[in-house]
């Protein structure tokens, strides 16, 4: 096991499966401790299991990250085991697809709900313990369709898109604090809630086949190839970026 995060507390919203199980577990293995957060308790807590059984130190925690009550007690949850907060990652995220004319307003303020409003309240949520440690790191997850402007995403794309305005402005008010704040855009990527809209036939399988095909690597993309920049970004190694967007997807989009 190696040792970069040694000693570090990490947050993981969006935990139970995918890029957030992923970016949990490979930050475990660099010797954080990980708070796994994810209104699927279930699936946050066999993440917390499997990286209990290798070692590493991890629990789980149910988190709305659009309800202000459950972001403070994730906070709390995590303050109580670890006695501090230096990571979070902004990972939860939804992506119905439906074309922009039928979403309705419900729709269009739960996706915002959840996937602009959720890193906001998470970031108030852990900024009084970075503000005190004089240290923190906050890596907000948004998505390559920012670049691309992907039909039938318009709430989603318009939500990452926020994503990126958010890191932008929350990097020039904190850094005084020590706190970094970055995004990481990432391309459509092979997780279960993806493969699962490929079941349901609501996304065609040959829709990814393309968008594989334009890439400069020419695969699908997997949860652990983001995870590197992740680990990047949490790490002392970029303590002096802030504000920026990193895009990890294969040669997709150019940034």
């Not at 995918?18 to 807590?45: H, T, W």
């Not at 040959?206 to 949860?223: F, H, T």
Request: glycine share 12%; charged share 15%.
């Amino acid at each position: 096991m190696t040792a970069r995060l040694e000693g570090k507390c990490a947050i993981v919203t969006g935990a139970a499966q995918g890029l957030g199980r992923a970016f949990s577990v490979g930050l475990a293995s660099e010797g954080a401790s990980v708070v796994l957060a994810d209104m699927n308790l279930v699936g946050a807590e066999e993440g917390a299991s499997l990286i209990q059984e290798a070692g590493g130190q991890a629990i789980s925690v149910h988190v709305d990250g659009s309800n202000p009550a459950h972001t403070q007690i994730m906070a709390k949850t995590a303050l109580a085991a670890y006695h501090r907060i230096d990571i979070l990652v902004n990972n939860a995220g939804i992506y119905p697809i439906k074309p922009w004319d039928h979403i309705t307003l419900e729709e269009w303020n739960h996706v915002l709900a959840v996937n602009l409003t959720g890193p906001f309240l998470c970031a108030q949520a852990v900024f009084p313990t970075m503000q005190a440690q004089g240290y923190g790191k906050i890596i907000n997850i948004s998505s390559g369709a920012f670049f691309a402007g992907l039909p039938n995403f318009l709430h989603y794309v318009s939500s990452k898109a926020g994503l990126i305005g958010f890191t932008r402005a929350l990097a020039r008010e904190v850094g005084d604090h020590g706190i970094r704040v970055n995004a990481i855009t990432i391309g459509l990527t092979q997780t279960e809630g993806v493969k699962s809209l490929v079941t349901q036939g609501v996304f065609p399988e040959e829709a990814g086949d393309q968008m594989a095909a334009q890439q400069c690597i020419k695969r699908r993309e997997q949860p652990e190839d983001a995870l590197g920049a992740v680990i990047f970004l949490a790490s002392p190694e970029s303590d002096f970026i802030t504000g920026q967007t990193i895009n990890v997807d294969g040669g997709w989009a150019m940034h």
